[in-house]
Antibody, heavy 123, light 110 residues
Framework: QVRLEQSGAEVKRPGASVRVSCKAF????????IHWVRQAPGQGLEWLGL??????????KYAQEFQGRVTLTRDTSTSTVYMDLSSLRSEDTAVYYC??????????????WGQGTLVTVSS | QSALTQPRSVSGSPGQSVTLSCTGT?????????VSWYQQHPGKAPKFIIY???KRPSGVPARFSGSKSGNTASLTISGLQAEDEADYYC??????????FGTGTKVTVL
């Protein structure tokens, strides 16, 4: 059974960085894209980026608005994808989700979702 | 990439049908057959309910259906049920590993 397990809530100061992890269970980790999406309190969903866990750097892409601030990496030994967000500001306060693609090597859908990680940025 | 436009809210009585629209541009919704829809209940992660504009993943009730015409995609919920009360988001591929969500629609079951 496919499952994505995310790390716990974080509280950060403005200007700091945060790392959120997403550990995959129940499928071949290196065959499926992982997307990251966030949702600010009371707001809609916003796409951040995606990574293919095979490690091909050509298959790691970021939303233009987050270029330079977000970095996605993976550790195949633990089937974990990491999302690092730097230069945090109050507007980055949100629930961050990871989500797996629908088919092997397919990058257009968000089939299975993690439970979400609340990141709070506050002085 | 600008968010796709969805009505803020839609409502219907149990058993009725409601249709949610999702309007994009010729660079996203109008350019690709890669539109999907997600249902989100309060405090929960989104759930994948439609892909390839019209297809339903395994386990999604047949009362959910999708369509597209030009730059506008639509989600229809037929035979509305109390558990369908939730927020709904469309999502489209926009080329070169670029993606965009809709603004979201709150469905209320009267």
């Amino acid at each position: 059974q496919v499952r994505l397990e995310q790390s716990g809530a974080e509280v950060k100061r403005p200007g700091a960085s945060v790392r959120v992890s997403c550990k995959a269970f129940g499928y071949v980790f290196t065959s499926y894209y992982i997307h990251w999406v966030r949702q600010a309190p009371g707001q809609g969903l916003e796409w951040l980026g995606l990574i293919h866990p095979s490690g091909d750097k050509m298959k790691t892409k970021y939303a233009q608005e987050f270029q330079g601030r977000v970095t996605l990496t993976r550790d195949t030994s633990t089937s974990t994808v990491y999302m690092d967000l730097s230069s945090l500001r109050s507007e980055d306060t949100a629930v961050y989700y990871c989500a797996r693609g629908l088919f092997e090597f397919s990058y257009v859908y968000l089939h299975s979702w993690g439970q979400g990680t609340l990141v709070t940025v506050s002085s | 990439q600008s968010a796709l436009t969805q009505p803020r809210s839609v409502s219907g009585s149990p058993g009725q049908s409601v249709t949610l629209s999702c309007t994009g541009t010729s660079s996203d919704v109008g350019a690709y057959e890669y539109v999907s829809w997600y249902q989100q209940h309060p405090g929960k992660a989104p759930k994948f309910i439609i892909y390839d504009v019209t297809k339903r993943p395994s386990g999604v009730p047949a009362r959910f259906s999708g369509s597209k015409s030009g730059n506008t995609a639509s989600l229809t919920i037929s035979g509305l049920q109390a558990e369908d009360e939730a927020d709904y988001y469309c999502f489209s591929y926009a080329g070169t590993y670029t993606y965009v969500f809709g603004t979201g629609t709150k469905v209320t079951v009267l």
